[in-house]
């Protein structure tokens, strides 16, 4: 147990370092000279820019030493827990993404909670009673479901929902009304996919041994599908847990900017539209730290589902 | 009295090849505590007789025909009906343990659960009950093996578990499907012991599936032989064995005689493609021009136009 | 015990009965979704070919006094906040949205391939650093990767191409390394190098088929999550820059006028469906006729 989560750790440091270092070697490559951008938020407009206020402020952030000089003082400066300031409005990046990190948590729970909702009874509905109606329907769905894009259904959502019924609030984030429409957006599209990986394991395991004799005992069909199918064809759903916990974040960067919801993922459209360096690299780790735990949180959920595994982990360490 | 009374059973199954048909007017009685045993090659449909009656047939099968079961026709039962009889009065045993044990919970769990699925006993006395189950089945040290997960089991204990699970509710009719096929030999010999004990002392009635002659011998009183589908041969199993007639069983039976291996030549026809006339002739040392012809019946046990010649 | 033949009841109580009609189907399922696919992206790539024939409008010319107009017989689907017409403008869009998806996914298919092949024929050291890049692409999710590269490259068609290219191929890289993982295995393999044969040349005969059909699947499949991707940096604000007609970027601008003119949003968006529809449509029916054994494998 020990070595994996050591192995675990091992690939979050490459990862970190893997995904800033490029994202520093295109931000040092790419137009935009942060100095100069410093200088226009900071103080006043293009008018007022003069290469002496800039060259004062290049050397002033430590922006003239070399590429890997600038690299390694910023890593060193993670240990301490400090990603930098913003050069817009020169807030610690740090605390500007940990007050937007709750939103980002309510939104993906919410949705997540929604497409498992969706796609776990419809992925067994549709195993269960394969090439009936239902099935077809929902494999319509899912085809629907996986091509449409999430920020046409947000639009169209809130057309219905908030223009013509009025219903729920358009945008912002006052209350749980506010995560409605966010949070479905989000979650349709992903049960989408997850409600086809449902079915397709469910439909595995229906044709297994043990299914067949739990049938043999005389138990209540619920109990054979609900019980010793279910639990079964929940390792592989697990298993892409961690694959749909990427298209969440992905997801979210889209929904939380149609719905002006003040999370992490406006934050870095936010950011990148302004060029804003250290926090584009601050929302870039954080994300990766996120998705490796998030990772990690998935094989240790399946160590509990299927003892094999931890029968093995239990044996080799 | 029987038991069991299976008539004129036919099963197909709608595959992408086509209509397969895997039995044919298959016919069977089973006294009650009688032991009767199916033989015959891979792929003769022993193991969908044995699905046929625990209507655990899969979903593209096509059942007609009647299997009278204590005077109830089990064929047209309903779900809920059928479901109170498995494993309350009809269980089956498969082979290859480890793959009919559910993987993610635990053995004790599994047997429990077979007690209370026919309301045996109540939730808090299960344990105990399975614990006893297992005591019976000859499972060393149960209360520790109760919580263990069957992937930590042998393959001989898995198929106690697995009796253990059928034995849950005595049954009136044991159907155990290849129970040694997949054990070592030694195992072999204790699970062999062990059923034969158990069916001795709950009076059950056996119907044991197996394509090892020897297994057959030690369990059962008698025995059909089966090719393609159908019985070609039935009777007292000392009587078919000593003195077989069917040239099918007489090949069967020298396949394994003592004197080294004599495989039967050719193979099982395919289910899709059977012969014209009697579906052994091209095997068939003996065949005549009638054997091409006309297909025989099952008449005084015995399918075969020869076999007074013989 | 006896066996006794009675006359026959043939199928007088059918128990289940299950067509043999379903299971063809099942198969014409994969077959017509391939048909389906097939022709909707004819006719996709028809109109983006033809699109100046099919245009009632100029996509980019602004009419004066007709803004935010709903569809009518000159406008179809309607005028945009400039005066242009909407359906004129999704007609040349195709051409874009079909661009971008045939190049990213013709450079990640081949690039994502050689190096699929080339980790698993090479083994060693060089698999080692192939598959480690792999992982660490893997270990952040794609599409926000592909944001920041774009953002940071600056907006513009070939900018985003360019970042969904850098994140796109390591799926076909994962899967053609299996393919070839897997061939090397087998037992003719050796038997062929004991013969003397070029275990490459052996190996390549039988690789190719095995890698061809996955390879095909994902790009058909993969063309349609290159648009999806692609619309959704247009509708963050990186992809082409204006007055391009690009299918995200045109929500993007429509999206402010949802209230007024939801036409302006519900077309571009139902173009993008289309397209996306069709592409997976091919690659369902694809990955069905190609190998059904294989479903699983792809359906992550």
Redesign the interface.
Known sequence: MWRYLFGRLL?LI??VI??TA??FL??YY???DPAAIIAIARYGGPESLSSDLISWIRHQEGLDAPIYIQYAKWLHHIFYLDMGRSLITDEPVFDKIFSRFPATLQLALASMLIYLLIAIPIGILSAVKQ?SLIDYLSDIGV??G???????LA??L??FFS?YLGWLPVCGSQGLSYLILPATTLGIGIAATTT??VR?SML?VLGQNYIRTARAKGLKEAIVIGKHALKNAMI?IVT?AG?QF??L??GA??VE??FAWPGVGRL??DS??QRDFPM?QGC?LF??II??LA?LLVDCSYVYLDPRVRYNRRHQV | MNLLHI??L?VNF???A??VRVLS?F?????KG?S?CLVGESGCGKTIVALSIM?L?P????????IQFKDRDL??LEKEEIRQIRGHEISMIFEQPASCLNPVFTVGDQIAESVRANGLCKKNEARDAAIELMRLTGIPSPKKRFDQYPHEFSGGMLQRVMISIAMASKPALLIADEPTTSLDVTVQAQIVELIKDLITKFGMSLLLITHDLGVAAELCR?V?VMYAGE?VE???LNEVFRHPKHPYTKALLRAISDDGLRPIKGSVPELTNLPEGCWFHPRCPFAEDQCRLSKP??KN?IRCHLWKKN | ????????????????????A??????IKGNCRVMVGCGLIFFLFLIAVSAPLIAPNDPIEQHRGHYLQPPSWQYPFGTDDLGRCIFSRLVYGTQISLLISVMVVGVTAIIGTSIGLISGFAGGAVDEVLM?IV??LL???????A???A????PGLFNVMLALAIVGWTGYARVVRGCVLAEKEKGFVEATRALGGSKYYIMFRHIMPEVLAPVIVMAALGM?GTI?SA??LG????GSQPPAPEW?SM?NEG?TF??LA?YC??F??LA??LT??AF??LG?GLRDVMDPWK??RL??
């Open positions: 690939l490459i990862v893997g995904v490029l994202t295109m931000m790419t137009p935009g090439n085809l629907v996986v091509s449409m894009p999430s920020f046409w639009l169209i809130i057309l223009i086809r990986i397709s595995d592989p892409i694959l990427a298209s974040l992905e960067v889209v900017t149609i870095l459209v990148i539209n584009i870039v994300i990766a998705f490796v990772n | 008539n004129d036919h709608s595959t992408k086509g209509q007017g016919c069977l009685d089973i006294e009688s009767i209507r047939l979903e593209n099968a096509q059942v007609s025909g009647e064929l047209i008698d059909a019985i039935s009777g007292c019946e099952l046990g | 015990m006896s066996g006794r033949i009675q006359t026959s009841k043939m199928f007088q109580k059918p128990i289940v009965m299950k067509p043999y379903l299971e063809l189907l099942n198969f480690r992982d660490i270990a952040f999710p794609g599409l926000i990767l944001l920041v590269i953002g940071l490259l600056g349609g999806l619309s959704a509708f963050l604000g990186l995200g929500l999206r949802l209230q939801p949003t519900i571009p968006g993008i469906m996306v529809l997976n449509f369902d479903k699983k359906e992550i």
